[in-house]
C-alpha cells in the first residue's frame, strides 16, 4: 500500500518524465559520439560494447547520479514541506518503511534510465559494428549481464542519496552534499580499490574490461554497502526519534 502511495506522490514532482528525458539525454551521448567521432573507435580488436563504454560511460554516469541525487531530494522534500513527514509518523506505518519504498520507486527510475541506455548502447554496436553479432544469440545475454552489473553497481548511491536528504529539511543542502561527492568520486583514482568502493564512485565502473575476480569483489563490496546504508537509517530514525 505504501509503496502504492509512493507512486502516487511522484505523479506530482515531475520525476517521471525528468528520469525518462535525462535517460533519453544520456542514451544520446553514445549515439551522437559515434556519429562524428566513429574512425576513432572502429579499429583494434576491443569488443565493441568496450569501446563504447570506454567512450561514453564516464558522461552518462555523470547524468545517471545527478537524476538520482536530484530524485532523492525532491522525494524527501515532499515530505518535509508542510511537515507532512510529522503527520505521517501519527499513522500506523515505520518510518523505515518509507524509506525502503523511496528506495524501491528511486531504483525503478533508475532501471528504466538504464535499460534506455543499454539499448542505446546495443543500436551502436548494431549499427556501427555490424560483423559483432551484437544482439544474437551471445553478445544480447552479454548487454544483459552488463546492464545488471550497472544497475547493482548504481544501489549503494540510491540509498545512501535517499539517506542523506532523510536528514535535512532544507533540499539544497542534501543536494550541495551529493554534487560534492559526485565530483570527488571522479577524482578517485580508479586503481585504489578502496577507494573505488565509496557510493558515488561505482557507478563509474564498467563489467566490460573488468576481471572477473575483480567484478565479483565489486559486488560483494556493493552487497556489503547495501547492508551497512540500510542499518545506518535506521540507526538515525531511532535517534531523530530521541530528539523529536
Known amino acids: 500500500m505504501s509503496y502504492a502511495l509512493e507512486c502516487k506522490k511522484i505523479k506530482r514532482t515531475g520525476l517521471i518524465p525528468a528520469f525518462l528525458g535525462g535517460g533519453l539525454l544520456a542514451a544520446l551521448v553514445p549515439i551522437l559520439n559515434m556519429s562524428f567521432r566513429s574512425e576513432m573507435y572502429m579499429t583494434g580488436d576491443i569488443p565493441p560494447l568496450q569501446i563504447l563504454l570506454d567512450a561514453n560511460w564516464q558522461m552518462m554516469t555523470m547524468l545517471n547520479l545527478l537524476l538520482a ?28 518503511r518509507l524509506f525502503f519504498d523511496k528506495a524501491l520507486v528511486l531504483t525503478v527510475l533508475c532501471a528504466l534510465v538504464l535499460f534506455i541506455e543499454i539499448m542505446a ?3 551502436c554496436c548494431q549499427y556501427w559494428f555490424p560483423d559483432s553479432g551484437t544482439f544474437f544469440p551471445l553478445s544480447f545475454a552479454e548487454l544483459m549481464v552488463n546492464y545488471g552489473y550497472l544497475l547493482l553497481l548504481m544501489l549503494p548511491a540510491v540509498l545512501i542519496s ?11 543542502i542534501p543536494l550541495g552534499i551529493h554534487i560534492i ?10 586503481e585504489n580499490f578502496i577507494l573505488t568502493l565509496f557510493p558515488f564512485a561505482l557507478p ?8 572477473t575476480s575483480r567484478a565479483v569483489h ?12 540500510g542499518i545506518g537509517e535506521l540507526i538515525y530514525l531511532r535517534i531523530r526519534r530521541c530528539f523529536e
Open 204 to 211: 563509474f565502473q564498467t563489467l566490460a574490461g573488468t576481471e
Open 162 to 172: 535517499l539517506l542523506i536528504a532523510s536528514a535535512f529539511k532544507n533540499m539544497w
Open 218 to 229: 565489486f559486488i560483494i563490496g556493493v552487497v556489503i554497502e547495501i547492508i551497512v546504508i
Open 181 to 190: 561527492c559526485i565530483f570527488m568520486a571522479t577524482m578517485l583514482p580508479v
Open 69 to 96: 541525487v536530484s530524485g532523492a531530494c525532491i522525494m524527501y522534500h515532499t515530505e518535509y514541506s508542510d511537515n507532512a513527514i510529522q503527520r505521517m509518523a501519527a499513522l500506523p506505518l515505520r518510518e523505515s
Open 121 to 123: 548502447l546495443a543500436f
